[in-house]
């Protein structure tokens, strides 16, 4: 077993201020270091093609390895949490930083693959977070009723925590709950009777397998 999350993500955070090496080119020996597992594959690429437990959806959880295609070897780097790495080359040659996903993607025209929970064929220690609850009906009922008629206890709570998740879909209508559900609806390819703004059990289903949340009654 690796080591744990926290233990891995500080000695990456360490690495980063006072480098025991030169890490240039060394991304799969970065990582395995700071999970405490042997050597076993050469490069990045084949250390995604040996992985077992591969995600391809999701935020990777803190402490995870973390891949892309580029190249003939690949990249991978360690999950920080939260949609950053840290990762080797990326801002500085041979050094460490902690950055977002998306920087490596962007920076160098890398192909995201995904996170694994094993590398090099040992297993990675990890825990996802617990999803969070949206209610189909206290949600239709806050899209009727947004001077908050009949919102039962915990309803402004769970419709601001929904429409920060759709703002990160780049759905959003100022404050308003039904116009910004709205967007998403749009979004996901429906129109006319199916885009009033009222959440639909499909429709709501969509926004928890994308955003990670569990939908109840």
């Known amino acids: 077993m690796s080591r744990t999350p926290l233990a891995a993500v500080a000695v990456a955070s360490a690495e ?10 060394w991304c799969l ?6 999970l405490g597992i042997a ?3 050469n490069d990045a690429a084949d250390a ?14 803190v402490g995870v390895p973390v891949f892309w295609a580029i190249g003939a070897h690949g990249h991978v780097a ?17 050094r460490v930083d902690r950055v977002p996903i998306s920087e490596v993607t962007s920076r160098w025209g890398a192909r995201y693959l995904g996170w694994t929970g094993d590398l090099n064929g040992a297993a990675v220690s990890y825990s996802l977070p617990a999803p969070k609850v949206a209610s189909l009906s206290m949600l ?19 419709v601001h925590a929904v429409m920060d998740e759709l703002r990160a879909l780049k759905c959003y209508d100022g404050y308003d709950f039904r116009k910004t559900f709205r967007k998403f609806q749009l979004l996901i ?13 499909r429709q709501l289903a969509e926004f928890g397998r994308r955003r990670r949340w569990k939908i109840v009654p």
């Open 39 to 41: 050597k076993h594959y």
């Open 78 to 94: 360690l999950s920080a949490g939260g949609g950053y790495v840290w990762s080797t080359d990326i801002r500085r040659r041979g």
């Open 189 to 201: 390819g429906d129109s006319g009777e199916y885009a009033d703004g009222i959440p639909g059990a």
């Open 48 to 61: 995604w093609a040996g992985a077992k437990a591969k995600h391809t959806t999701g935020v990777p959880p």
């Open 16 to 25: 980063s201020v006072r480098p025991t090496r030169d890490w240039a080119g």
């Open 29 to 34: 020996m970065f990582v395995r270091i700071c």
């Open 140 to 158: 239709q009922t806050a899209a009727r009723h947004p001077d908050g008629k009949g919102w039962k206890p915990g309803t402004q709570t769970m």
